[in-house]
């Protein structure tokens, strides 16, 4: 996951949890017909993947490869991008039942590293059965990466809406697509999620594969949704992590977060009133409520000492996602009202205890931005904003007071009001029969349970494993909860589940 505030709010449930063939020659195949499809996938030269040592200080079996993609899918003899892909073979190549391709998120998620990153933590069979193919998206990380010069300031889009700073974050967003357009403007009409799905489908061909199977988190559910969309009968085994509703992206993504912050506040403030002889929170949910949002009024007049730099009370409210894990929170917000008080500073985080990783470096050649822009093409190219600024007040206005938490952020002015690159191609409407398994904990901060269900409505043949009580961003792998076993089962058979499933952790 990459920090709060940052551009990329899905990005990677498993960079929590690991900081957190030979080449073929093929010809790719046209994309499925019919309206959905847009843009054809037309002949393009074919391609001798050439296998390298990804670094020398990385394991030999973790091997990358260079694949030349058009930049426009529409004039397939001009510019082209280059795609970073890996490979890590499948261990035993008797068992071996083809590729699967992994998106950790995002967008903006670089994935070149997930075959070695990820892959230890997928169970032995199913790494016994595949070849497991890592990717960095167009514009991403290595392949072709995108940058506009953005400023910290101009990369972090949560704001809360204030009359007096309106004017103030108009200018920021505009001045983002400004920017982006002036040092981009030639290919973000290209960055789009239908595009990345194409490059999946050369991929595919490149690898000398018939189809493909698929695990993608979050942002990547989308993804694999589009490429399920787009080329039905290539898409083999596609387990869909933590998903987006299709039908939602991307303002509406946006939005949906403070309906989700909302339902989860209420579950913490039920916990933490059930716990009020420990914590001193309030002995009702009402109570707690009440202390938690005294809480904010104060931090907003003064921040609130923590062991990092002081909390306002934006900050507080707008870090909502600590409130899915209420054993964290309960004794971070009654750790911060002592310090208010006068106490100790607070920890800065619910988590604080456990020092952060240092960031990774950024490899040669990525702009400090990448991440961040490659965000804004997604969510502005893939969809259609409001381009008057006064709908975004009235929006910010209305669901901040409809949803506390966040609503007026989720609501508030983006650089995708000013984001007008020349061409681009509607929304993909993700209406189909293709079989997906679908994994979803309860209370999950990015992408809600009403996002997966929103994805179980569109994926006509899928099924659905909600883990109840799971808490946090990421279920395969990461929490290790009773979705892994259907997962793995489907993964290493193809069989789906007869029925939607729920369980729990325990």
């Known amino acids: 996951m990459v920090p709060r505030n940052s551009c990329a709010t899905f990005l990677l449930a498993f960079g929590a949890v690991t900081a957190v063939l030979s080449g073929a020659v093929c010809v790719p195949a046209h994309a499925a017909p019919g309206p959905a499809a847009g843009a054809q996938l037309r002949p393009y030269p074919p391609q001798k993947l050439h296998w390298r040592r990804c670094d020398s200080d990385r394991p030999a079996a973790f091997r990358c490869a260079t694949l030349k993609v058009p930049l426009d899918y529409g004039d397939p003899g001009g510019r082209t991008i280059d795609l970073a892909i ?83 974050d108009v200018a920021r967003a505009r001045t983002v697509a400004d920017k982006c357009r002036t040092a981009e403007g030639e290919v973000l009409a290209h960055m789009t999620t239908r595009n990345t799905a194409r490059d999946l489908d050369l991929i595919r061909a490149a690898l000398g594969e018939r189809k493909i199977s698929y695990l993608g988190y979050s942002y990547g559910t989308y993804l694999g949704a589009v490429y399920a969309q787009l080329f039905p ?46 914590h001193h929170l309030g002995a009702t949910p009402a109570a707690v409520r009440a202390a938690f949002w005294d809480l904010v009024e104060h931090a907003d007049h003064t921040p609130i000492p ?30 911060l ?27 040669h050649g990525v702009p400090a931005d990448n991440t961040a822009v490659a965000a804004w ?51 993909t409407v993700v209406n189909n029969d293709v079989p997906a398994l679908i994994l979803q904990n309860r209370w999950d901060p990015q992408t809600p349970l009403a996002m997966g269900q929103g994805m179980r409505r569109a994926l006509h043949g899928s099924r659905m494993v909600t883990v109840t009580d799971g808490e946090g961003h990421g279920v395969l792998g990461v929490t290790h909860s009773c979705a892994d076993a259907p997962a793995v089962r489907y993964l290493t058979t193809g069989r789906l589940p007869a029925e939607d499933l729920v369980c729990t952790v325990s």
């Not at 306002?312 to 964290?328: K, N, P, W």
């Not at 002592?338 to 950024?362: E, F, I, K, N, V």
């Open 86 to 168: 890996s490979r890590i073979e499948a261990s035993d190549r008797k068992k071996r039942h083809g590729v699967l391709l992994l998106n950790p998120g995002g967008p903006g998620g670089a994935g070149l590293d997930m075959p070695e990153s990820v892959g230890p933590l997928l169970p032995p069979q199913v790494r016994e059965q595949f070849d497991l193919i890592g990717f960095d998206p167009r514009g991403v990380g290595r392949s072709s990466p995108l940058g506009c010069g953005l400023t910290e300031d101009e990369q972090n889009w949560e704001h809360p809406y204030s009359d007096g700073a309106f004017a103030t």
């Open 233 to 278: 009968r290539r898409s083999d085994r596609m387990v869909l992590d933590s998903a987006v509703d299709p039908t939602e992206v991307w303002r509406g993504t946006f939005q949906g977060w403070a309906k989700g912050a909302e339902s989860a506040f209420t579950r913490w403030t039920e916990w933490a009133a059930a716990r009020d002889s420990v």
């Open 306 to 335: 923590t062991d990092g730099a002081p909390l306002t009370g934006s900050e507080l409210r707008l870090g909502y996602d600590a409130f899915v894990h209420v054993e964290t929170a309960t004794p971070w917000i009654a750790a």
């Open 337 to 363: 009202r002592r310090a208010a008080a006068g106490g100790p500073p607070a920890p800065a985080s619910p988590t604080a205890a456990t020092p952060p990783s240092d960031p990774q470096p950024l490899p």
């Open 377 to 427: 093409a997604i969510f502005c190219g893939d969809a259609r904003w409001p381009s008057d600024p006064e709908q975004y007040r009235r929006d910010a206005i209305r669901n901040g007071a409809r949803y506390p938490l966040f609503g007026d952020a989720g609501s508030h002015i983006q650089p995708c009001a000013f984001w007008k690159p020349a061409g681009g191609e509607p929304t």
